[in-house]
């Protein structure tokens, strides 16, 4: 099995390296993230730029059967639909789709934003571009209802469960409080879900056998071919972008926090999952739904 972790953010030494040249700093993070897959025997992964995208770019350039990225898109882009077709046009280069931020702050700014129409051009673009579109809307599970009815023909896949994880946010009470928000998107066909941070919701240590209920009846509810893992390693060790971002609530312990190989063995030695679902679930779903050709298919 040739596993795909469906999302990282940058990786980057920490310390101070702004007199380095851009691709002396890209060749480096490259090389750490290599790292970081080979000590987990992770094959690929996608990586979700903190801001611009030039190191992904790099490195969907320089080892194409080893990572692909996602950049942000907003509806702030001066021609949106042009955007979205640029973005169509870089596929072969590792684009895989675009992110859509709109649960992010949390103070729901960016909600109210939404609520005004002014995503709906964005919406719009991936549907008739057929982009695929991730969306982060954690808190608001419903609005992503709204999206999937309204653009039916948009492959939307939901970050993070669309749940509330620590670190950078608190867990509702129970964790899964929401989770029957989720398991109603799966009567949207084009809707799939990123499954990430399950092991941050957990309150035993690994295996986390409190959340494998959860984990089944999501697989129940969208069957493992609808489902794409990911690690998001970088955000629960604080560290998102080259350029150096900490949440002080990373740095210490805190309930949920757990390392990269915790994450990615939750799942491969699952014993509520089949072997066939740990197949699409670990790297399946993301060749099969964003189309990457990670060196298992021919070219």
């Not at 953010?9 to 890209?26: A, K, L």
């Not at 993070?29 to 770019?57: C, K, M, Q, R, W």
């Not at 973005?87 to 992110?99: I, M, P, S, V």
């Not at 740095?251 to 197949?279: I, N």
């Amino acid at each position: 099995m040739r596993i795909i972790d469906a999302q990282i953010h940058d990786v980057g030494p920490w310390f101070d390296w702004t007199s380095e040249r851009p691709e002396v700093q890209h060749r480096i993070a490259t090389e750490l993230a290599i790292a970081y897959l080979d000590a987990v025997g992770v094959h690929g992964l996608i990586l979700f730029p903190g801001g611009e995208d030039t190191f992904a770019s790099f490195a969907a350039e320089a080892l194409p059967d080893r990572f692909a990225f996602v950049p942000h898109i907003t509806p702030d882009e001066a021609d949106v639909d042009a955007a979205v077709r640029a973005a169509k046009d870089r596929h072969g280069k590792g684009l895989l789709g675009l992110r859509a931020i709109v649960g992010w702050p949390l103070d729901g700014s960016e909600m109210r934003r939404y609520e005004t129409g002014a995503w709906d051009p964005v919406f719009a673009a991936c549907e008739r571009h057929q982009v695929p579109l991730f969306l982060f809307i954690t808190g608001w599970l419903t609005q992503a209802a709204h999206v999937a009815a309204r653009f039916p023909k948009l492959t939307l896949i939901v970050d993070h469960l669309g749940l509330r994880q620590p670190p950078l946010d608190d867990a509702e009470d129970p964790p899964f409080k929401s989770l029957p928000q989720l398991l109603d998107l799966a009567k949207f066909p084009k809707v799939y879900v990123k499954l990430c941070g399950l092991p941050g919701l957990s309150r035993e240590q690994f295996p986390y056998k409190d959340t494998a209920p959860h984990l089944r009846a999501i697989v129940d509810a969208f069957g493992a071919e609808r489902l794409m893992w990911a690690s998001d390693a970088t955000r629960f060790a604080g560290r998102i972008g080259i350029g150096r971002f900490q949440n002080p609530r990373t740095v210490g312990p805190y309930r949920g926090k757990h390392c990269y190989a915790d994450s990615m063995h939750y799942v491969r030695d699952c014993e509520v999952l089949s072997p066939g679902e740990k197949e699409f679930i670990l790297g399946g779903t993301v060749r099969q739904v964003l189309n990457w050709r990670d060196g298992t298919q021919g070219r």
